[in-house]
């Protein structure tokens, strides 16, 4: 029986490098965002502006992101009869407003979730825990204007629940916050989050938000904000955690 072969390591990391650069000169000249949504379309996935797109970003994209919104960011400018040539304050204001987009803003869009390591419940905690306020910046999805607001995190654990270090709410809850969102979808989102990675008995998110969609644009109301809520199992069932939970808000 003939010995079947098996290609060596350098054999297939050749090939690897030959179809890379196959695939280089195949989209020469074609926009990154457009091999990126090809990339995603491939493999049917959604890319709303909230989800989370790093499975698809590679090494140099998102600084090749950059440079193609920067482009397109001055274009932008030039269409708003900007002089971006004479007035020494927007010379270069296309490639910071892309710098911050896709480094800062929407970050969480771009880059893989935070490491979050988890410890056993070796003590059997089962008492309310609840973590924030957490500061979050966000931007609303309808009109990019800013969102600023706090969030509250409440965690009953079971003998069975994963718990993590308290940093890493913030982490986690900065990672799903900077991207475009509406608000009411973000904390659903997070109580997704925490539900699925710590399998606690209940999980509570709570959002208090200035809108600047509403403060800086349309009625331009200065004092209006949004606060809303997600309760998942226990705090769902169980009125007097909930009540527990926030009575204690009212008291941060």
């Not at 004092?223 to 204690?248: Q, W």
Request: aromatic fraction near 6%; glycine fraction near 4%; hydrophobic fraction near 40%.
């Amino acid at each position: 029986m003939p010995t079947k072969k098996v290609p060596s390591t350098k054999t297939t990391a050749k090939k690897a490098a030959i179809k890379k650069v196959a695939s280089k000169k195949e989209n020469a000249g074609t926009p990154l965002s457009v091999i990126i949504r090809r990339r995603i379309e491939a493999k049917k996935v959604r890319f709303h502006a909230n989800d989370n797109i790093a499975e698809f970003i590679e090494p140099g994209d998102l600084e090749g992101l950059v440079d193609e919104v920067a482009q397109k960011m001055q274009e932008v400018l030039e269409s708003l009869v900007i002089d971006t040539k004479s007035d020494h304050n927007t010379q270069d204001t296309c490639r910071r407003v892309a710098k911050m987009y896709v480094q800062e803003v929407f970050n969480g869009r771009y880059v893989v979730q935070p490491a979050m390591t988890k410890f056993p419940n070796v003590s059997h905690l089962n008492e309310l825990m609840i973590i924030g306020p957490i500061t979050v910046r966000s931007a609303c999805s309808h009109h990019l204007c800013p969102i600023m607001g706090r969030i509250w995190i409440g965690v009953l654990p079971s003998k069975e629940s994963a718990l993590i270090g308290l940093s890493k709410y913030s982490r986690l809850t900065e990672w799903v916050m900077c991207r475009p969102q509406i608000q009411e979808e973000a904390v659903v989102e997070l109580a997704d989050m925490f539900e699925k990675k710590m399998k606690p008995t209940g999980v509570a998110i709570v959002m208090d938000a200035d809108h600047f969609c509403m403060q800086w644009r349309g009625v331009k109301d200065r004092d209006s904000k949004m606060v809303n809520s997600v309760m998942r199992g226990a705090f769902l069932k169980d009125p007097n955690l909930r009540r527990e939970f926030l009575s204690l808000l009212e008291k941060r």
